[in-house]
């Protein structure tokens, strides 16, 4: 049994609370946040025995094997890096890092502690994008990837009466490229590898994140396009164009839907609708990493993390976004 501590207090934390009742092998035994009130009152709603308010403190505990840190991303290097060190798996939420060197450190870290590292994506743990990759052959040659995900936040209209909430600040890493991005980009690693050459743009707001922007990538035998807004609602599907046919994909963060779309007009539907909570497995194959002895996924890899870093560094830098974090 794989005893569980969390890093944060926050929506996408309750949301793992309730994916991981329904993973098998693991026990949340500790929550961690800044301050004591907060973290017990966290700890009695969800029956959790131990609670820190000191990050060392819970590095050093011998009644937590594996942390799942969820806190803003700018603060994910520093904190992953002291719990590996001191041999505590860590589950990163995405991004893992604010750069590519941080997250080179990170996995420098857990090599030093013996421990597993793991970005938190699920689009590519779900399912149906399980039987994407198996059936990605039949459609030929491919040609393009596309990949879309336009999501309005509920922070942006706040943000234009005045108040700049932390997904819009960048101090934290944020913006959409981080925030949403990323679903994108990672899927199109995985598949495909590193592409040759990026160009990107983006609409910089002037709190100094970006709010929406796209991405161009070419490969050997084949181009990738990437969109992505915190401003604007987008309705398009996703879709990776071979020589025999298509594969659309309804949601690229969450994939539910997916059909091959064959150019003679036949349709073969690869739809699996996630039959638990979609972090749900991301956590079982997290603790099936650790269960097993290996040292990473061979899915959310090593390889593909520091690989999806580079990519959107590489993009920041073309449409002049620059953390603190950089410097």
């Known amino acids: 049994m794989i005893r569980f501590g969390m890093v944060g207090t926050n929506f996408i934390t309750e949301r793992f609370i309730e994916a991981a009742r329904q993973a098998e092998g693991l026990e949340l035994t500790a929550i961690y946040s800044r301050t004591e009130a907060r973290a017990r009152e ?5 029956g959790v025995e131990l609670t820190f308010t000191d990050l060392n403190e ?6 937590i094997d594996a942390v799942y840190i969820a806190s ?17 798996h860590v589950l990163c939420e995405k991004p893992m890092a604010s750069n590519a060197r941080e ?20 689009t590519t743990l779900l399912p149906a994008f399980a039987l994407l990759r198996q059936n990605l052959h039949k459609i030929g040659p491919i040609r393009r990837y596309f990949a879309n995900y336009g999501q309005y936040s509920s922070r942006y209209d706040a943000y234009k009466e005045g108040m700049v909430l932390n997904a819009f600040r960048p101090e934290f890493s944020n913006g959409a490229l981080m925030d949403l ?11 495909f590898g590193k592409p040759e050459e990026i160009k990107a743009s983006a609409y910089m707001l002037e709190s100094g994140v970006d709010g929406e922007g796209s991405l161009l990538a070419r490969y050997a035998n084949m181009d990738a396009v990437v969109m992505f807004s915190k401003i604007t609602d987008s309705l398009a599907p996703s879709e990776i164009q071979g020589e025999l046919g298509s594969i659309v994909i309804d949601k690229i963060s969450e994939p539910r839907s997916v059909q091959i779309r064959y150019r003679d ?30 040292s990473e996924s061979s899915v959310n890899s090593r390889a593909c993390s520091t690989t999806v870093a580079e990519v959107m560094e590489e993009a920041r830098k073309q449409f002049g976004l620059v953390f603190p974090a950089d410097r």
């Open 42 to 46: 966290f700890a009695n709603r969800y």
């Open 58 to 63: 819970m590095a050093a505990s011998d009644r």
């Open 72 to 88: 803003p991303n700018s603060l994910h290097a520093e904190q992953a890096i002291l719990l590996l060190k001191h041999g505590k």
């Open 103 to 122: 997250v080179r450190e990170m996995f420098a870290a857990a090599e030093e502690g013996g421990a597993v590292l793991m970005e938190a994506v699920k």
């Open 181 to 191: 991005g990323l679903y994108c980009i990672y899927p199109m690693v995985l598949l």
């Open 265 to 294: 007009g036949s349709v073969e539907d690869l739809s699996e609708p996630a039959g638990k909570p979609v972090m749900t497995y991301e956590i079982q194959e997290f603790v099936d990493v650790i269960t097993a002895g290996a």
